[in-house]
T-cell receptor, first 113, second 115 residues
């Protein structure tokens, strides 16, 4: 199984809502990543978890809150977002301890109204 | 610090023609280089990667890339374009840090294949 799954596929939320994005992989990968991708732009790294510990936070606003409950699951909790946060949110995972490629999920298309 | 420059945000080729997508990198440490492809409304898929060893790297779907240290380049090629190759292509560079990868992506090249 070389698949990273993400739910939901699409999400529309108001600026006062609280919602969560979910990412799951069963490849035994111990590094997991959240990226934000705006239209016609490359993915921008937001967070990296390594062995379920937050290793990188790329100065992401606190309205984005990541969580890694176990080695297979990665969540991104959203609260009080702004319209400019509308984007494709990609999750990825990779093996650790060497140079391994990242496997990407299909993404969640988020629209903030 | 590391960075990637992709020359040409849009490239158009005729079906059956050579595909050449350009990528130049800068890195303060030996780089690990990747090419990813993204189809509309999908995530990224790895085409190929260079870590060490042979400088000519073969990937999926008939793509290959050559690492040229003297030119700091990692251009992607395919001898004969197919309609299904139309997509966005990202070159990426990554050092290895603490067991995970902090990947820096180029700005992307949109490949159009003309029938």
């Amino acid at each position: 199984d070389t698949e990273v799954t993400q739910t939901p596929k699409h999400l529309v939320m108001g600026m006062t809502n609280k919602k969560s994005l979910k990412c799951e992989q069963h490849m035994g990968h111990r590094a997991m990543y959240w990226y934000k991708q705006k239209a016609k732009k490359p993915p921008e790294l937001m967070f990296v978890y390594s062995y379920e510990k937050l290793s990188i936070n790329e100065s992401v606003p606190s309205r984005f809150s990541p969580e890694c409950p176990n080695s297979s699951l990665l969540n991104l909790h959203l609260h009080a977002l702004q319209p400019e946060d509308s984007a494709l949110y990609l999750c990825a995972s990779s093996l650790t301890g060497g140079v391994y490629e990242q496997y990407f999920g299909p993404g969640t298309r988020l629209t903030v109204t | 610090a590391q960075s990637v420059t992709q020359l040409g945000s849009h490239v158009s080729v005729s079906e059956g023609a050579l595909v050449l997508l350009r990528c130049n990198y800068s890195s303060s440490v030996p780089p690990y280089l990747f090419w990813y492809v993204q189809y509309p409304n999908q995530g990224l898929q790895l085409l190929l990667k260079y870590t060490t060893g042979a400088t000519l790297v073969k990937g999926i779907n008939g793509f290959e890339a050559e690492f040229k240290k003297s030119e700091t380049s990692f251009h992607l090629t395919k001898p004969s374009a197919h309609m299904s190759d139309a997509a966005e292509y990202f070159c990426a560079v990554s050092p290895l840090s603490g067991g995970y990868q902090k990947v820096t992506f180029g700005t992307g090249t949109k490949l159009q294949v003309i029938p």
